[in-house]
Every structure is written in structure tokens, then in C-alpha cells.
């Protein structure tokens, strides 16, 4: 049974996931844990649905019985979950600490039936199917009023996380606000609070003119290297029309963001090699009422803005960056936009 406990010193939560219990040898060599998975034995591979717990939602072909081959993209509760839906949401103290209990959502989302597809290569329609499920799975979970936040995420390459290579991203449903997310809520917030404009579309006005960091402006989606970008080639994808929840997307935008996506990422793969990447889909958090906190939500609807973070993982977190929490840039983002920007892709 996981719990979430708090450091009081460092201001931030962890998860420690015992239901993952290893011994000391499962970090020895972290390439092991991947060993030789083919289709017979990938779980993610169609005819192995059995070896998943049974799947929550999934998009198929007409006349498919669930858990069995005819999907396009399956979702299914994570077999490993570092939290728990199973188990209740209780905050209590254990001394000076704080502690909340497992409670969670941890699912999967196999976003293709080929085992060797990535998402660079999806057709758009798959990318816009897996968008959709995306959507849906949010939409879903911000019922749940236990839930503080939900996030939707992807790991692509053993260095980002990944531990199996079929293409599948994860969300996680938690029951704390985490210190990144309340950061961006909280500046976001205040910045509408003096100037009653929401901070991303001032940032995109200002990106547009200036230009220097804007790697793809198409019609309903710009694309940017933030201006203190902490990583290398870091990204933005951002909607140009104001909206704080991705679970209100329309069809006409999941087909756009379909698009830029898959160009964001034959850009990256042309300019850096295929490079193991993280992206991270920032939404507004479920709007539960706060006890004694009646206008917590007040302007969330004007000051937040929903966007697509991704980071290629290209530099290794050293001394400094642990001991500071800032990061040292080998790479301007003018220049990391000026590279994709001239990357001679096929669309
Ligand atoms: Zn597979
Ligand atoms: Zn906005």
C-alpha cells in the first residue's frame, strides 16, 4: 500500500510506492529491467490483452468484445500502480510529518496495436484518436472530487522513463496539488489578478512579434522555446485561443493539435536523432470546492491556460541543478528554435 508523505524542509510530496517493492539488485543495471520483450510477450501487443487488468475505456472497431484484439487505442489501469483508486483518501499526521494515503488513479494508455510504431510516425487520425482518449480519460477523472490533479503525460526512451517500448503514455490522478503545478496556478493567478489578462496569451502576443523563439505559428496552435527554457530544445505547445481545460477541446482543435505535435516531433527527431523525450499536458485542476477557501477557483477560467510541455532529455541533472533547483543551459532557446525551425522535414 503506497502513501504520500511530505517533506516539511523541502515543501514537496512524494510518492512512496511499496506495491513496487524491489531489492537493492533492480538498480544495479537499470537496462535489465527492459530485458527481451517481443510481441508474444508485450502486454501492450494485441492477443495479450489477458495479461493487463481489464481495460477502462477504448476506441475499437465495430462488433470487438473489450479485452480482446479490434482496438486502435486501449486504456487500461496500470498493472503496477504507484497509487491506488482502490483505497480512500485519508490525510493524518505521524508526528511532525504529513501523510496522505495512496489513494490515486494510475492508468495506461496504449496508444497503438503496432508494436513498433512510434508516435513520430502515427497517422494524424491515430494521433487524433489518442488525443481523444486523452480528453475523455480527463473529462472522466475531474468527476472524481477526491482528486486534486490529473495528469496526462508520456515517457518516449529509456533515458526518459520509459520501460517498454510500445508506444503508451500514463496519467495519474493525485490527491495533493503538486508544488509544480500550484506554482503556475498560483502566478498565473496573480498576474490576472493585477492586469485582468491571462499571462500565456501576453506571452504568445510577445513571442509572435518578436518571433526569435516561435518554432511553428499555424493556425490554431503556436510553438515556442520558452525564453528561460531550463532544458535544452524544451517546448511549448500552446492553443491560440484562450482555454484553461484541455477536457474542453473541440474535434476541430484535437485534429490541429494532431498536427503540430506530429511536427513537433519530426523536428526533433531530424535535428537532435531521435531523442528520448518527456512531454507533460499542463490542464486546469478539477474545480472542487475548497472549505474555507470559497474564491480558490474564482478566475481560474480566464487566468489559466492549458499547454503541452516537452522536454527532450538530452543533459543529466548534476550537482549544481540538486542543489539549486536551476538549471544550466548548454543551448539558448533562440538558437534550439532557429535549429527546428530550419529542420527540412516531410509533412
Ligand atoms: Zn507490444
Ligand atoms: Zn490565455
Redesign the pocket.
Given at each position: 500500500m503506497s502513501e504520500l508523505r511530505y517533506d516539511p524542509i523541502k515543501q514537496t510530496w512524494v510518492i512512496i510506492a511499496t506495491e513496487r517493492a524491489v531489492r537493492p539488485t533492480h538498480f544495479h543495471r537499470r537496462e535489465e529491467m527492459v530485458g527481451e520483450i517481443t510481441c508474444k510477450t508485450c502486454p501492450f501487443c494485441p492477443g495479450n490483452e489477458g495479461r493487463t487488468p481489464p481495460e477502462i475505456m477504448a476506441i475499437r472497431e465495430p462488433d470487438t468484445a473489450a479485452n480482446t484484439p479490434g482496438w486502435k487505442v486501449r486504456v487500461i489501469p496500470n498493472k503496477f500502480p504507484a497509487l491506488s483508486i482502490e483505497s480512500s483518501r485519508k490525510r493524518y499526521g505521524r508526528g511532525i510529518y504529513d501523510v496522505v494515503s495512496g489513494f490515486g488513479a494510475h492508468e495506461v494508455i496504449v496508444e497503438t496495436p503496432e508494436d513498433s510504431l512510434q508516435m513520430v510516425d502515427f497517422s494524424l487520425q491515430q494521433l487524433r484518436d489518442v488525443f481523444f482518449v486523452y480528453r475523455e480519460r480527463l473529462k472522466d477523472l475531474k468527476r472524481d472530487e477526491r482528486l486534486r490533479y490529473i495528469m496526462i503525460f508520456k515517457n518516449y526512451g529509456l533515458e526518459a522513463g520509459a520501460s517498454l517500448f510500445h508506444s503508451h503514455s500514463q496519467i495519474i490522478g493525485i490527491p495533493v496539488t503538486p508544488n509544480m503545478v500550484a506554482t503556475e496556478l498560483v502566478s498565473t493567478r496573480e498576474y490576472y489578478s493585477l492586469k485582468e489578462?491571462?499571462?500565456?496569451?501576453?506571452i504568445?502576443d510577445q513571442e509572435v512579434q518578436e518571433g526569435e523563439r516561435v518554432v511553428i505559428n499555424q493556425e490554431k496552435f503556436i510553438v515556442y522555446t520558452p525564453f528561460a527554457s531550463s532544458f535544452p530544445f524544451e517546448l511549448r505547445i500552446v492553443p491560440k485561443g484562450?482555454?484553461?481545460d484541455f477536457g474542453l477541446t473541440d474535434e476541430d482543435t484535437l485534429r490541429h493539435f494532431a498536427s503540430v505535435v506530429k511536427e513537433v516531433l519530426q523536428r526533433l527527431r531530424k535535428v537532435l536523432n531521435d531523442p528520448p523525450y518527456n512531454f507533460i499536458l499542463h490542464t486546469s485542476p478539477p474545480q472542487t470546492r475548497r472549505p474555507g477557501k470559497p474564491d480558490y477557483w474564482a478566475s481560474i477560467e480566464?487566468?489559466?491556460?492549458w499547454h503541452l510541455e516537452l522536454i527532450p532529455r538530452m543533459t543529466m541533472l548534476a550537482g549544481f541543478e540538486w542543489g539549486t533547483g536551476f538549471h544550466i543551459n548548454p543551448t539558448s532557446p533562440e538558437d534550439a528554435a532557429g535549429f527546428l525551425r530550419d529542420a527540412e522535414i516531410e509533412l
Open positions: 489578462r491571462c499571462m500565456m496569451c501576453d504568445l484562450h482555454s484553461h480566464n487566468d489559466f491556460h
